[in-house]
């Protein structure tokens, strides 16, 4: 993939556990680093399988390969794009090649609505 292709900037972010004034644990997230990405809807069958599942909003998102994205997970890390946060389902190192990291993530919903964070 040529350098122009990667035209979206994401913010990959990563959850922190911080203890509130009254000793709650709540979960916050931090910006853990911007990039640029390729960002693909989901088309032909693996939108149809996706469908099945109810994952319609789910994107891919793929990046030049770096350190900093190679310890992302599934658990601890979400992306931010245009103003709407993703949960990361899988992440595709694309056989290790180390040139790019491909990532599926599905918008996040709060209260049954989807995310406008």
């Keep these: 993939m040529k350098i122009r292709d990667y035209s979206e900037i994401i913010t ?4 922190v556990a911080a203890m509130d004034r009254y000793g709650n644990w709540n979960t916050t997230w931090t910006d ?3 990039c ?17 599942y109810q994952q319609e909003q789910s994107l891919d998102f793929t990046v030049r390969y770096c350190l900093s994205v190679m310890n992302i997970d599934t658990t601890n890390y979400r992306i931010l794009f ?6 990361i389902e899988h992440i595709d190192y694309l056989s290790f090649k ?3 990291i491909k990532i599926r993530a599905k ?6 609505r989807k995310s406008e964070d």
Excluded: F, M, T
């Design 82 to 87: 245009r103003g709407k946060a993703y949960n």
């Design 12 to 15: 990959i972010q990563k959850s």
């Design 36 to 52: 640029h990405a390729n960002v693909n809807s989901l088309y032909g069958a693996e939108y149809y399988a996706a469908a099945q």
């Design 32 to 34: 853990y680093i911007v």
């Design 98 to 100: 180390k040139n790019e």
């Design 107 to 112: 918008q996040e919903e709060k209260n049954g």
